[in-house]
């Protein structure tokens, strides 16, 4: 095939391509059918499409995956959310949620707070939340190390707390289902004092004090 005839080619080609690429623009040939949304358990299927914004028949091709993403990261329990187009009739949503670390009762209701330390949601608090009561609780800065603090326990520790006090920003005190207290002190070593935490509780005690973990006092 000589040159030209190459070049012909070539271009019946691209022009092939940009006439389908602009009646799927134009025209909606691919619509959205479906809806697949993963990573959800405190939001609904419903609400996470509703907030996309994407109403079903929409052209898949022209879908704005950015705005609809952000409509979706609006929801209270949704942290991050990608979307994205599967072809030929499918969109695609996954979402991250945040986890609700701690939780304070307030006049209007239980406050929910994340992992950052963030109040996100007035609702009834999950199973592993974990209460936080204390005259710092609302303080931001705190609720952030409180939360820090919290996330660091393993789950079977966390599972054993009823309740964290903060009368201080340096004074964290865990309360225990059992009616034992850990005083926890400030957020620093929490590696460290999760090891002392989960050592002194296998052991006699009603009162331990795990601030310093290599000097672990009890009363």
């Not at 996309?52 to 091709?61: F, I, Q, R």
């Amino acid at each position: 095939m000589s040159r030209k005839r190459l070049a012909v080619a070539v271009a019946g080609v691209l022009v092939a391509v940009l006439v389908a690429v602009g009646v799927l623009w134009a025209f909606p040939v691919l619509t959205v059918r479906t809806y697949e949304v993963t990573g959800a358990g405190y939001t609904s299927q419903e609400d996470i499409v509703a907030a996309t914004g994407v109403p079903e028949g929409a052209n898949l091709v022209r879908v704005d995956a950015s705005s609809a993403a952000a409509g979706v990261v609006s929801l209270p329990w949704v942290r991050t959310a990608t979307v994205d187009r599967g072809w030929p009739d499918t969109l695609e949503v996954t979402v991250t949620e945040r986890q609700a670390v701690l939780y304070s009762v307030e006049d209007d209701g239980d406050h929910l707070i994340d992992e950052s330390g963030t109040p996100f949601l007035i609702d009834v608090p999950p199973e592993t939340a974990v209460e936080v009561t204390g005259d710092q609780r609302q303080e931001p800065a705190v609720l952030t190390s409180v939360a820090a603090v919290v996330a660091s326990l393993p789950e079977e520790l966390r599972a054993q707390v009823v309740r964290v006090d903060i009368p201080s920003a340096y004074d964290i005190t865990f309360h225990l289902h059992d009616g034992r207290t850990v005083y926890w002190g400030a957020n620093e070593n929490n590696h460290d004092k999760a090891l002392a935490m989960q050592a002194v509780l296998t052991r006699e005690g009603q009162h331990w004090n795990i601030a310093n973990p290599a000097m672990v006092t009890v009363r």
